[in-house]
């Protein structure tokens, strides 16, 4: 089973909301990614998660806050977002032994108004 | 500092014609790691290939090829005879080998189309 599934698939929030997307593998993979992807542009590295541990953070602003409750799922609970933040989210999940690939969810569609 | 280039930003080919899309990429690193990954509009990302810089075979998988060549710093992918359901936006990627923490840094992806 290599899938990664997100929930929701679409998301249109206001900019006062608070809601949170999830993500969920049962591959074992202990390294799990948020990505954010704008319209045309490559997916952009947020954060990741190594033995349910944030690792990496790429300076993305605190109203993005992630989530890891477990080894196999990922949340990215969102607040106070702005119009620039609509965009496709992906999540990822890998392997922690070296650098293998990356497995990616369908992604949700968020739209910010 | 990491760049990959795919220079080539949209791709039109008629179906059963063959296809190749570039990549060129930048590293300081001795030990890295380049992949594809074709990106339907559904919006998943499909692993298509790892490859790391001790390998530089090339590779065959059915229709798909892919040249990697390190003296040019290039990884092309090539698609034979392709197909409607070829269509997609592909990405290359490069990975360094920083522990088991790793930033995959893509192209700007190359929107492919096949027409029938």
């Known amino acids: 089973d290599t899938e990664v599934t997100q929930t929701p698939k679409h998301l249109v929030m206001g900019m006062t909301n608070k809601k949170s997307l999830k993500c969920e593998q049962h591959m074992g993979h202990r390294a799990m990614y948020w990505y954010k992807q704008k319209a045309k542009k490559p997916p952009e590295l947020m954060f990741v998660y190594s033995y349910e541990k944030l690792s990496i953070n790429e300076s993305v602003p605190s109203r993005f806050s992630p989530e890891c409750p477990n080894s196999s799922l990922l949340n990215l609970h969102l607040h106070a977002l702005q119009p620039e933040d609509s965009a496709l989210y992906l999540c990822?999940?890998?392997?922690?032994?070296?650098?293998?690939?990356?497995?990616f969810g369908q992604g949700t569609r968020l739209t910010v108004v | 500092a990491q760049k990959v280039t795919q220079a080539q930003t949209e791709i039109s080919v008629v179906e059963k014609e063959d296809v190749t899309l570039d990549c060129v990429y930048e590293?300081?690193?001795?030990?890295?790691?380049l992949f594809w990954y074709k990106q339907p509009p559904s919006g998943e990302l499909v692993f298509l290939i790892r490859?790391?810089?001790?390998?530089?075979q090339n590779e065959i998988s059915g229709r798909y090829s892919w040249n990697f060549q390190k003296s040019t710093s290039s990884f092309n992918f090539t698609i034979t005879a392709s197909q409607v359901v070829d269509s997609a936006v592909y990405f290359c990627a490069l990975a360094n080998s920083g522990g088991s923490n790793y930033k995959l840094t893509f192209g700007k992806g190359t929107l492919l189309t096949v027409n029938p």
């Open positions: 590293t300081r690193d001795t030990t890295y790691y």
């Open positions: 990822a999940s890998s392997q922690l032994r070296g650098v293998t690939e990356a497995f």
């Open positions: 490859r790391n810089s001790f390998d530089e």
